[in-house]
């Protein structure tokens, strides 16, 4: 019961308290690898793939569920590549769900990714993963996260919500966009 009176407001004050104004983890870096996988893809291929930044997911993926709602198309059989808190750690994480895997796109992603050098990359899937954000408003999904790993805990983020949050590692935007930019090509 203690522990719930401390814990009760730290979450009220997560949401509605001030904003934080260290956020280049979480989610500055996922906006960065967009802009950065947009610059990279050939100017022939840009219209095979669309781009779209969702607000509001600490408050309950609130920008993807409003999305998914007014395009049940995507929201259904769409191929969605979601990434988040993917500027802090060296271990990338991809997830997918079974859906997203058995899609015809996941396999030229996966190659990309593969290809793409300079982070460890690690394949799961979503079933056996834990992690919250945008991708959950889409059936056909998967997420790309930047992680540390530590024995015995395994993979795990730390600083996001905190005046820590202050590391966004170009490595791991160059890894990510040009393992998707070559995924995009290949569409």
Do not use: W
């Amino acid at each position: 019961l203690v522990q719930m009176l401390f814990l009760i407001p730290l979450l009220l004050m997560m949401f509605f308290g001030p904003a934080n104004r260290h956020t280049a983890n979480d989610n500055t870096s996922g906006v960065a690898a967009v802009l950065e996988l947009m610059a990279r893809i050939p100017e022939e291929k840009r219209a095979t793939a669309a781009f779209i930044l969702f607000d509001n997911e600490e408050k309950g993926l609130l920008g993807s569920k409003a999305y998914a709602k007014a395009h049940p198309a995507v929201k259904e059989s769409g191929f969605v590549v979601n990434l988040d808190c993917v500027g802090d750690g060296g271990h990338i994480l991809l997830i997918s769900s079974e859906k997203a895997r058995e899609a015809a796109p996941y396999t030229a992603m996966t190659e990309g990714m593969k290809a793409a050098t300079g982070r460890e990359l690690h394949i799961f899937p979503m079933e056996t993963s834990a992690g919250s954000s945008d991708h959950k408003s889409f059936e056909t999904s998967s997420v790309i996260y930047a992680c540390n790993v530590k024995k015995g805990i395994g993979f795990y983020c730390d600083k996001i919500h905190t005046s820590k949050d202050t590391v966004c590692d170009q490595g791991n935007l160059d890894f990510i966009a040009d393992g998707l930019s070559s995924f995009v090509s290949k569409l």
